[in-house]
């Protein structure tokens, strides 16, 4: 990894960070963001299957520019993904799909309320793609891996 990727990664988790400081919201983030990744995992599923891990694969080389630490652990979290949605019933793939992304998307909103902040994709919507990883280095934190 360059030294410019890596910095980037920095100033996109610390911006991201900005909003969401609130440990409450903090947690509820923990919760939704994962929820909201399968959810739409789910619903692009349910439309074609090869699509999810198109965009999955998207994603990743996206990750893999930022931080190798961080495109490993997002290839295992979406693959895990994946392979739920691989095992449920298909008839199941959308509506469990479109609730999870409905009352993961409020927890979201109610997380920004608590913070007083708007959440940070309004600015930039990368940071729909930052969010598990901002996730993700919390739990690197806690494990003391470097990214």
């Given amino acids: 990894m360059t030294q410019l990727s890596h910095r980037r990664i920095d100033l996109l988790l610390s911006r991201y960070a900005e909003s969401h400081c609130n440990p409450v919201n903090e947690m509820i983030h923990c919760i939704c963001v994962p929820a909201i990744m399968f ?22 080389a996206y990750y893999l520019q930022l ?14 993904m994946l392979l739920l949605l691989w095992c449920l019933p298909t ?18 909103f109610i997380g920004h309320k608590i913070e007083g902040k708007r959440p940070s994709f309004f600015d930039d919507l990368r940071f729909l793609l ?17 990214y």
């Fill in 67 to 80: 931080s190798q630490p961080f495109a490993v652990a997002m290839l295992a979290l979406a693959a895990s």
């Fill in 39 to 60: 959810a739409l995992l789910g619903l692009i599923w349910s439309v074609a299957p090869v699509l999810a891990v198109l965009m999955v694969a998207a994603a990743l």
């Fill in 91 to 108: 008839q199941l793939v959308l509506p469990v799909s479109l609730i999870i992304f409905v009352v993961a998307w409020i927890g979201q």
């Fill in 130 to 146: 930052i969010g598990p990883l901002f996730i993700v280095s919390l739990l690197f934190r806690r494990l003391h891996i470097r």
